[in-house]
């Protein structure tokens, strides 16, 4: 027991040390600034459609105004930060690759806090700076419960992170820019199609950043448990069901799809 126990703590004693090495915090910033420009342009967007548009809560346009600019900024904040960290920008995302074994535990922890912290000082700099409007924070429809809520963004984060994987993946050829496009392109599709009943986060460093600045943490719960397992459950069909890892045969020298 004490060999094993050895092990396990060698064993997190390397990865710690490994989260704290110079590239890892190249890596931490990258996600920090990536996370910054991501959450200041969507809930920005939101601010502006309200400041242009006193009645957005009806005004279809507003949700079209959300939808794009979550889609152009993500895909921007995916795209510079993806040859350093990644490009996460996402709690959830950074979740689902740690359940997936793509990083340990300590360098997400690590993500997590650059993630939040970059979040929610992008919440307090457009608080700061406009004065006349609260930061929005996301919500839920009348007609929808807790848990209803919690299930339709675990199934937009899947999809989300499901994009995510198909767009990172190196064996299905070079995707260029296409790759941040897609994961855009999938996140406005998703606030399209969800902004007026769960507001559409999939984030949520993005729901609990505009939540501490607005102090009140109703429903947050439901930003957190349906991305969190959504993220999950897609990373892991996606490399153990639909595309599973290749595996090299000792004998033979050739790749074998694991599970195929």
Known sequence: MCIFGNMARNSLSARFEQSVTLDALRSYIAEFLSTFFYVFAVLGSMMSSRKLMPDAASDPSSLVVVAVANAFALASAVFIAANISGGHVNPAVTFGMAVGGHISVPTALFYWISQLLASVIACLVLRVTIVEQHVPT?????????????????????????????????????????????????????????????????????AFASSVIAGSFKNQAVYWVGPLMGAAVAGLLYDNVVFPTQSVDPVRGVSEGVGV
Not at 154 to 168: D, K, P, R, S, W
Not at 179 to 185: D, E, M, R, T
Not at 195 to 204: A, I, K, Q
């Open 138 to 206: 996301y919500t839920i429809a009348e007609e929808m419960t807790g848990f209803g809520a919690s299930i339709l963004e675990g199934v937009l984060t899947f999809g989300l992170v499901y994009t995510i994987y198909a767009a990172g993946d190196p064996r299905r050829g070079p995707l260029g820019a296409m790759g941040p496009l897609a994961i855009g392109f999938i996140a406005g599709a998703n606030v399209l199609a969800t902004g007026p009943f769960s507001g559409g986060s999939m984030n949520p460093a993005c």
